[in-house]
């Protein structure tokens, strides 16, 4: 019995796009940044136990026991209203998982999985967790051929790194903003550390993907492209870039406020990396 | 009689319809015209409420249902009577299959089944150069589609990776025709994971092939093999499916007082009389429709005891949760383990049913268990024993729950997994889905993805831009669209929910 816990947001059993083939995605509850622009933002926070979602759920699956929120997943009807109730976006519904839990799910659905990834939230917030979790895999006769992945904000620092990356296989790393304040206005935290490990990942082979969030007038301008292009540049060449496109869907706040990023700009922005010699670049399938 | 002409009539002068379409129709109303093989009392009552159903195949079986010809009988010795000489060359060859489709009846009045196609032309194919091989199968697929618009219309290629069924994976992704309809057969000892890789790759190109999973059919059939036409039915090769009745397991769990009647009572009573169906169906086409008494039969296409009778249910999701309300229980199909398992016992029954009950002119002299895939005027009855469209759990979920059922199935069975477009980023994922499923004991493996203008509907292709014109009445010049039309309008099928695979955390236990 591998008794580690992890804050628990939501588990995939099916998805494409976390990694290469199909993965089993645990979302970690919690964040270190606060990107008013996030597109779960329930992920970021943790339950305090306030009991004000409890008055929002007409299914009675959230209640107060000894002072601690109580979720009942049968009586949920996924209805989300008490994630809008959540004063410090938080998520109510979070659960309690351990390692042993988490490989018997592995387990469970072996034959669809190409490996498994933990994302958030900030999956590294729950460092212990995670190397316990891909250890055990690691360790593990029937699981050992999964692979494992991390998709991070990179704000970890280096000798975290070191603990993390002999049972990690790949992490597709997020870099908001290559320029101070652009990335401080769109997390609440410098880029410095980020860059610090895309440098890290990528010297030990294990920079599966690095992400950059296009957002109008804030990460599309020549500046932001011009970094992230020379950033790429003194990783190499053929560094596997995705451009996501900042869409309204499950944002919060003043960013509604803020325009949607057209397939026109991000194809521009592709062009625009592959003129300059980086040809590995990814777009979106899909705008909503 | 007055409603028959008026009928005719209607056909005749609709605006939408070709000239052969309207033959097609006034065929079927003249065959009806005659009176049905003469039913015991309580099997008409049955078959006039549709608790069974005959899938309106007509009052006077003159030809089987579906037919598959063993094609290389043909292509070895030409024939006699259509004054074909043994083909030596590959255009030679496709021509010859060209003519053979013409001379194959099924119910649609096309050929349901156009052959292993690789194993077909791979002798004729030596000294023929790549580019040369992909030319003419683009010109025979171009042919197929214009002259046989009928996605009922099955080829089969695989399990092994060679020139033939790659230049015809090729050309199906480029033209992306509705016809014809394909199956790559995928045994994990013989394909390479190049060639499935393909397949997969095409099914998010054009939601083709169907993925079937060879070493279960092959253990099922015999030495001369089988083949998947039609809304994957596996039969018999040289043979095919004289029938196919159907019960609707939902009136039959309607018709129960609780979930001990439904398998002690009313669900044997339906069952046998769904058997008496298929029986005076059979008589009819082997002792009165001198079918056999034909060519394909003299030159050895087809042998007479090959015919199996396909023994089909459906709305096995209305079922359950029909019996799970009378029991007071709340758990629904596809999502509550107790109801996927009451599910499974119900399809454990029916096919002890089927194996316990001997038919004549009968294959094996035993019918073979069918979840069939829906007719486009089912209302609020499920194809087969697939979940409610728009209801489905994600696709992993989805396989788990169905996976059971399938080893019963032995004539076909098919679930559709819608999947969005975040799928073409990563065909890898679709790659081991398809694995995974098969591991389960997945019969079949059938996905959409979400944008593709060509889909699936129940069970045949069609293209949502077809329906789309049919319904502003400029007609259509593929059979099935009619049908297609008629499916989306009644049955919901377009509102088939897109499966969230994507980054887009919703939150929640369980979805």
């Known amino acids: 019995m591998n008794s580690a816990l992890a804050t628990v947001s939501k588990i995939l059993t099916f998805s494409c796009v976390d990694g290469p083939g199909n993965r089993l995605v645990v979302f970690l509850q919690g964040c270190n940044f606060n990107c008013p622009g996030c597109h779960n933002p329930h992920t970021i926070g943790q339950c305090d136990h306030c009991g004000d979602c409890i008055a929002a759920c ?129 997390t609440g935290k410098d880029n410095d550390r980020s860059l610090q490990s895309a440098r890290i990942l990528h010297a030990a082979g294990k920079l ?49 406020a803020w325009e949607k990023m057209p397939e026109t700009g991000v194809d521009m922005a592709a062009e625009r990396l592959r003129a300059a010699g980086i040809n590995n670049v990814h777009t979106p399938a899909v705008y909503v | ?73 043909v292509l070895r010795n030409g024939s006699e009577y259509l004054e074909l000489p043994v083909p030596v060359t590959l255009d030679e060859a496709i021509n010859t299959l060209m003519i053979a489709y013409h001379h194959v009846p099924s119910v649609t009045g096309m050929p349901v089944y156009i052959g292993q196609l690789d194993d077909l032309l791979l002798p004729f194919c030596d000294g023929v150069s790549d580019d040369d091989l992909y030319q003419k199968i683009k010109l025979f697929w171009r042919y197929l589609d214009r002259t046989l ?34 199956t790559f057969l995928y045994d994990p000892k013989i394909s390479t994971d190049q060639i499935l890789a393909i397949a997969t790759n095409n099914i998010v190109e054009c939601s083709k092939p169907h993925i079937a999973n060879h070493p279960l059919h092959a253990d099922t059939f015999d030495e001369r093999g089988y083949g998947i036409v039609s809304c994957y039915n596996a039969l018999p090769l040289a043979g095919g499916a004289s029938t196919l009745t159907r019960v609707n397991l939902k009136e039959v769990a309607l018709r129960s007082t609780d979930e001990a009647d439904f398998f002690a009572r009313s669900l044997p009573y339906y069952l046998n009389l769904n058997f008496r169906l298929a029986e005076h169906r059979i008589d009819y086409l082997f002792n009165e429709s001198n079918f056999f008494n034909s060519f394909l039969v003299e030159e050895g296409w087809i042998e007479q005891d090959r015919f199996t009778a396909m023994y089909g249910i459906f709305a096995m999701a209305e079922a359950v949760n029909t019996l799970q309300k009378k029991e007071g229980r709340a758990g629904q199909y596809g999502f509550d383990e107790a109801a996927n398992e009451l599910g499974h016992k ?89 694995k995974g499923a098969f591991s389960c004991g997945f019969r079949e493996f059938t996905a959409n993805v979400a944008s593709n203008d060509l889909v699936r509907v129940t069970g045949f292709m069609i293209r949502l831009s077809d329906v ?21 309008d009644v049955t919901g099928i377009l509102e088939r929910k897109p499966r969230v695979v994507s980054h887009e955390l919703s939150p929640g236990y369980s979805q």
């Open chain 2, 346 to 434: 119900i399809s454990r029954v029916l096919s002890e049913a089927v194996d316990r009950r001997p038919m004549e002119n009968v294959w094996r002299d035993h019918a073979m268990l069918h979840a069939q895939a829906g007719l486009s005027d089912d209302v609020e009855a499920t194809p087969g024993v697939r979940i409610p469209y728009g209801t489905e759990p994600d696709p992993v979920m989805h396989i788990e729950a169905l996976a059971a059922h399938h080893q019963y199935y032995s004539s076909g069975i098919s679930e559709i997994l819608t999947l969005d477009e975040t799928i073409k980023n990563n065909p890898e994922a679709l790659l081991q889905l398809c």
């Open chain 2, 149 to 182: 618009p009928d996605a009922f219309m099955h080829a089969n290629i695989g399990p092994t990776d060679n020139r033939v069924a790659r230049s015809i994976l090729r050309v199906d992704a480029e033209l992306k025709q509705t016809a014809p309809n394909l």
């Open chain 1, 58 to 186: 007409h299914a009675a699956a959230l209640s107060l026991v000894d002072g601690r929120i109580s979720f009942d997943p049968v009586a949920c009807d996924l209805c989300d209203n008490c994630l809008e109730a959540c004063p410090i976006s938080a998520n109510p519904m979070a659960q309690q998982y351990s390692v042993t839990e988490i490989l018997e799910l592995a387990r469970k659905h072996l034959p669809f999985l190409s490996g498994i990834t933990v994302s958030g939230g900030e999956a590294t917030m729950q460092l212990k967790f995670v190397v316990a979790l891909f250890e055990a895999i690691k360790s593990d006769q029937e699981l050992a051929n999964l692979t494992c992945y991390i998709d991070s904000n990179g704000h970890l620092g280096a000798s975290n790194w070191e603990k993390l990356l002999p049972v990690t296989d790949g992490v597709m790393l997020d870099i908001k903003a290559f320029h101070g304040p652009a990335h401080r206005e769109l």
């Open chain 2, 1 to 73: 009689m007055q409603e028959t002409l008026r009928n005719l009539h209607n056909i005749v002068t609709d605006k939408t319809l070709s000239p052969s379409q309207k033959s097609h129709y006034l065929a079927l109303e003249a065959e009806n015209m005659l009176p049905y093989p003469a039913l015991d009392a309580e099997t008409q009552e049955a078959l006039d409420q549709r608790v069974i159903c005959d899938m309106y195949e007509g009052h006077a079986p003159y030809k089987p249902r579906y037919v598959l010809p063993d094609y290389s009988i």
């Open chain 1, 208 to 256: 599966h993907e690095l992400r950059f969030l296009l957002v109008p007038g804030k990460t599309d301008c020549d500046a932001e492209l011009d970094g992230l292009v020379d950033f790429v540049r003194t990783l190499g060449t053929e560094t596997r870039v995705r451009l996501n496109a900042f869409q309204h869907h499950g944002v919060r706040g003043d960013a509604l």
């Open chain 2, 468 to 488: 789309e014109k049919f319904r502003k009445q400029e007609g259509s010049r593929t059979n099935t669209t009619v049908l297609g039309a008629e499916a989306a």
